[in-house]
Each structure stands twice: as structure tokens, then as C-alpha cells.
């Protein structure tokens, strides 16, 4: 399975430049991601979607995987659209995975588990989301909230896709895990805060 990160954000609320190449513990934010997509059994090409305002990070990107992982230009501004020209532009077959560029608590084992899962159903998609009260355990205050069931939940920005039929709404099955890491995303500087003090304590295959 492909994985697409997406990185045409500015980061304007953590007001440090094109977030993806804020430095945590003295990486680019989004070489976290990268590295654990690399590094998990079940993913076979990188790309990355970067738009007009984010050009440091593709630059960045180049010099630092050299040909390793793919850069693709979207437009910018839309979100769901660079998502689906990334995919088509991809070359993707099949499943693919979207994960955010913000993600760097992240782990191999939990992509590969993930994927795992998708294998185990007949859903052409699905979507990983933490329970909310995942989120209030781990102090972070979500801006999107889902009610499944009668259960809030929020999604953290890990979804796979079939990419054969991208431009159409897909069934997706709710992956829902009882994991605080993996509620925070970093949206701004405590949670840039957090994130460095967890990946101090832990190792990332200690993430799952």
C-alpha cells in the first residue's frame, strides 16, 4: 500500500513558519511521519502533497530523501481536492493511505496494524479516530468531534482510501483506539511542548 502525507498547510496558528519544517527534538515535524511510513512493513511508496505555501518544505524534502519519497504539487486551498489530485497524480492502485503531516507520536506498529485491520473488512475505506475522552486524558481540545452511535469521537488524521474510486463518498469502517498519544496532533506550541517531552521519555515503537 502507497501512503500520501499531507503537508500544504502553513501552520498559521502555530505561527512558526510552514509547520511541516518546525524542528521537534531537531527534525522537521513532518520527517516523523515520513520515517515511520517508511519504516512500517506494509507501506511501499511515500509521497508527499505540498502546495504553493509550503515551498521550503519541498525543498527541504528533496534535499533530505533525495528521490525517496515523492513530492507532489497541489493547488492549495482545498483540502479534500489536493487530496484527491495527490492521489490520482500518486499513481496509486488500490488502497492508499492519507495520514496529516502533524503526527510525529506515530509509530510503524501502529501503521502496519492499522492496515492490518483494514485488511480484516469489507469497508472500501476507513477512518482511526480516538474516543473524546482519549483527548481530555491527554489534555487536547479537538476541533472536530464525530457522534457514532450515541459515542463522541474524533478522528486524528489516518484514513486509507481506495484510490481506484477517490472521487467518490466511500463506506468507511470507525477504527476507534483507546490511545492518548494518539490524540495529539501539533496545532500549536503546547502541543509542539508535549510532543517533545513524550518522544524524550519513549521510544516511538513504545507508541502503539
Known amino acids: 500500500m502507497d501512503a500520501i502525507v499531507m503537508a500544504g498547510g502553513f501552520g498559521q496558528r ?3 513558519g510552514e509547520k511541516p519544517c518546525v524542528e521537534l527534538l531537531g527534525k522537521p515535524l513532518i520527517t516523523y511521519v515520513i520515517d515511520t511510513l517508511r519504516a512500517a512493513k506494509h507501506i511501499d511508496k511515500v509521497f508527499v502533497a505540498v502546495s504553493p505555501v509550503t515551498p521550503k518544505t519541498e525543498i ?4 533530505r530523501y533525495n528521490g525517496k519519497v515523492g513530492v507532489i504539487r ?5 483540502y479534500v481536492g489536493d487530496m484527491v489530485y495527490a492521489v490520482e497524480t500518486s499513481g496509486a492502485k488500490g488502497p492508499v493511505m492519507i495520514t496529516m503531516s502533524d503526527l510525529p507520536l506515530l509509530s510503524p506498529e501502529l501503521i502496519d496494524s492499522v492496515i492490518e485491520t483494514y485488511e480484516e473488512h469489507e469497508e472500501p475505506a476507513l477512518s482511526v479516530y480516538v474516543p473524546i475522552n482519549v483527548c481530555k486524558k491527554a489534555g487536547v481540545r479537538p476541533d472536530t468531534v464525530f457522534n457514532k452511535k450515541g459515542k463522541l469521537i474524533v478522528p486524528i488524521g489516518v484514513n486509507i482510501l481506495d484510490s481506484n474510486n477517490i472521487n467518490e463518498e466511500q463506506e468507511d469502517f470507525n477504527l476507534i483506539l483507546d490511545n492518548p498519544k494518539l490524540a495529539i496532533n501539533v496545532n500549536n506550541v503546547e502541543d509542539l511542548r508535549r510532543c517533545k517531552e513524550l518522544l524524550e521519555q519513549e521510544s516511538p515503537e513504545n507508541f502503539l
Do not use: D, H, K
Not at 74 to 78: I, K
Open 60 to 63: 527541504m524534502l528533496r534535499e
Open 74 to 78: 497541489t493547488f492549495g486551498g482545498n
Open 14 to 16: 502555530l505561527g512558526m
